[in-house]
Each structure stands twice: as structure tokens, then as C-alpha cells.
Nanobody, 116 residues
């Protein structure tokens, strides 16, 4: 299984970025896919997740600003981030939870830096 995250970068507060997670070896349609983030000195935390039936879940600190989606044909998960704040600065990781075995898979992470 490989989860290739991309799309991070430097953006000013209030700006937008779209992260992509290209998956191989795991179907984004048939398993729970999520985005997590980890700021320096902090624990990794859930940002958003999308489950097999398409339902989504967001942590309170991104509700109304971030949107998780998937493209089944491209086997890719996206995280559209709008209204970015300096406190959103972190390494963002793509995660896949295989439904049948409950095995977790992680991508390599992509750095998002929001300047004030």
C-alpha cells in the first residue's frame, strides 16, 4: 500500500490549498480514508475522514473551512482547505484504514505553512 500526499506549501492566512492523496494497494471507495496533521511538539490529530458510504467527519477546528472528498476513478482523496490560519501549520498525513483487517496505512506527509 502506498499513499502519496502532495499539495502542501506556504500560504498566507486566509488563503487556500488543496492536498491530494494518491492511493495504491487500497481502494479509497471501499475503505475509510482520512487526513491527520501534526504540528511541532504536538500529537498527531484527526482533521477529516470519509467513509465508504461517502459520509464525512470533521474535527471542530476545521468545520466549515476544510472539505474532504474522493475521486474513485483516480483512487485519490483530497482535502480542500480554505480560510487557512497560522494554527493550521503542520505536516498533513493521509491515512487509510482497511475495512476488512482494520490495518492502518500512512502516507509520507506534506508540510503546510500558514503565515500571518
Amino acid at each position: 500500500v502506498q499513499l502519496q500526499a502532495s499539495g502542501g506549501g506556504l500560504v498566507q492566512a486566509g488563503g487556500s490549498l488543496r492536498l491530494s492523496c494518491a492511493a495504491s494497494g487500497i481502494s479509497v471507495r471501499s475503505n475509510t480514508m482520512g487526513w491527520y496533521r501534526q504540528a511541532p511538539g504536538m500529537q498527531r490529530e484527526l482533521v477529516a475522514a470519509i467513509i465508504t458510504n461517502g459520509l464525512t467527519n470533521y474535527s471542530d477546528f476545521v468545520k466549515g473551512r476544510f472539505t474532504i472528498s474522493r475521486d474513485n476513478g483516480k483512487n485519490t482523496v483530497y482535502l480542500q482547505m480554505n480560510g487557512l490560519k497560522p494554527e493550521d501549520t503542520a505536516v498533513y498525513y493521509c491515512n487509510g484504514l482497511r475495512r476488512t483487517t482494520l490495518q492502518n496505512y500512512w502516507g509520507q506527509g506534506t508540510l503546510v505553512t500558514v503565515s500571518s
